[in-house]
């Protein structure tokens, strides 16, 4: 049963998560700690937590599953989102290649799906993925030489496209946040070897990947040529 499985699939998850969280307070000091480790470590036996790459290759089967519109809604009913969006947040904790691999299922999510858009239009997360974007520059790509770009940077903006395109309401709002323009500059080049950037202290931006640029380039396109475009 496909809603079991994703139901299964989002626990596990959190329960990666979660050993992430608590990994700097595994340390006992004492013979009363460490007895209350050893409980903790047989439950985990019993509960095996999964690793960083079944993390990947169960979220990879989400994004299959999730290919069906309504397996789509009821992921996010279950809480898929938040989920997906807290994750891809976590920059000093959860790694890179899963976060992105977060970002690329909140594409599958959203895309053609209306019901989806609305919920994360109504949960806000236009900025949350702007700074998602933005918060790859702070932890160190901004100091990479050359085309280099996050992989987290690719997915949130494919991410932020899906959310978007063909949703009237939040096409206008995407366009009249300063961040998000800002971030669409970002991912075209526009602000690399300038001192336009405030994101990084005023140094200049490194070229983003062939990757990075196309998705933003279809994104634009995708908003010039809406319906719903208009001259401003």
């Known amino acids: 049963n496909e809603g079991d499985r994703l139901k299964t699939i989002l626990n596990q998850c959190v329960a990666y998560l979660d050993s992430i969280k608590d990994d700097d307070k595994k340390e006992p000091v004492d013979g ?3 007895a209350a480790q050893e409980n903790q470590n047989e439950e985990e036996n019993s509960n095996p937590i999964p690793s960083e790459e079944e993390v990947k290759e169960l979220l990879q089967e989400v994004q299959d599953i999730i290919g069906q ?5 009821s992921f996010a009913a279950i809480g898929g989102i938040p989920f997906l969006i807290g994750c891809a947040s976590r920059t000093n904790t959860v790694p890179q290649s899963v976060r992105a691999a977060c970002l690329a299922v909140l594409g599958t999510l959203c895309q053609n799906n209306p019901s989806v858009q609305y919920t994360m239009l109504e949960q806000g997360n236009i900025p949350k993925l702007i700074n ?5 520059y702070v932890n160190g790509v901004s100091n990479l030489n050359g085309d280099r770009s996050s992989p987290v ?13 063909n949703h009237d309401v939040a096409e206008k709002i995407f366009c009249m946040n300063q961040e998000g323009k800002k971030m669409i500059n970002c991912a075209l080049g526009i602000y690399s ?6 994101q990084t202290n005023g140094l200049p931006l490194p070229a983003p990947s062939t990757s990075l640029r196309s998705k ?6 995708a ?10």
């Open 32 to 34: 009363e700690s460490a």
């Open 193 to 198: 070897q300038t001192q336009e950037s405030t």
């Open 153 to 165: 940077q690719v997915r949130a903006v494919q991410a932020m496209s899906c959310f978007i395109r």
């Open 216 to 221: 933003a380039l279809f994104f634009l396109q």
């Open 223 to 232: 908003l010039l040529t809406s319906d719903s475009s208009d001259q401003e």
């Open 132 to 136: 998602i974007f933005f918060a790859e």
């Open 69 to 73: 519109i309504d397996f789509a809604k």
